[in-house]
């Protein structure tokens, strides 16, 4: 019997053994698929994180530029807009100062009844 219980623990003990190797492995595997997956979305994520560096960038230049160019325009209509320039403008197209002003009274007309 003794002959048989050692049998039967080395084999045991064989099968035990192939189950910690196998489960090794397979956790051995499992963590450098995490590692490599994770890996993966890691890189994916700091692409898309410089994309939106470069069009923020982008961005700003444009908000730039079209402030620049809000100055421009302001200064023009205000430029535009002032008494000296619109004297000229009204000697251009030969417009003259007025003396007297006469306004219609409509106070004193008459409205026919039936």
Same mark, same amino acid.
């Given at each position: 019997?003794? #002959?048989?219980?050692q049998t039967f623990n080395c084999e045991k003990n064989k099968s035990k053994n192939f189950l910690r190797l196998s489960l090794n492995k397979v956790? $051995? =595997?499992f963590v450098? @698929?995490?590692? @490599?997956g994770s890996s993966f979305v890691y890189l994916i994520q700091i692409n898309e994180i410089a994309a939106k560096g470069? !069009? %923020?960038k982008k /961005? !700003?230049?444009e $908000?730039? %530029?079209l402030s620049q160019e809000n100055e421009k325009l302001s200064l023009e209509? $205000? !430029? %535009?807009?002032?008494?000296s320039n619109l004297q000229e403008r009204i000697e #251009? $197209?030969?417009? /003259?100062? =007025?003396?007297r002003i006469s306004y219609l009274d409509i106070t004193t007309s008459l409205v026919s009844a039936r």
């Open positions: 019997m003794t #002959k048989y219980h956790l $051995i =595997v450098a @698929v995490m590692l @490599v470069f !069009e %923020l /961005i !700003e230049q $908000i730039g %530029l209509v $205000i !430029e %535009l807009q002032s008494m #251009k $197209i030969e417009m /003259i100062p =007025v003396d």
